[in-house]
């Protein structure tokens, strides 16, 4: 577990507009360093996005 969080460089939301199909959703993702991408979920809901440091002593 451990070395795959040290290989991710950013959590990715992208908001998706698909003219095509009519559709609208969010999509997050994990970015590697090495450039592979890791697509976590899609949701129909803008995600709130929210930052958290925990400090354990």
């Given at each position: 577990?451990?070395?795959?969080?040290?290989?991710?460089?950013?959590?990715?939301?992208?908001?998706?507009?698909?003219?095509?199909?009519?559709?609208?959703?969010?999509?997050?993702?994990?970015y590697y360093k090495n450039g592979k991408i890791k697509i976590?979920?899609?949701?129909?809901?803008?995600?709130?996005?929210?930052?958290?440091?925990?400090?354990?002593?």
């Open positions: 577990m451990t070395k795959k969080r040290e290989n991710i460089a950013e959590i990715r939301v992208e908001e998706v507009h698909d003219h095509e199909d009519g559709e609208h959703f969010y999509r997050v993702y994990f976590i979920e899609e949701s129909d809901t803008k995600p709130i996005l929210a930052r958290y440091v925990s400090k354990i002593y």
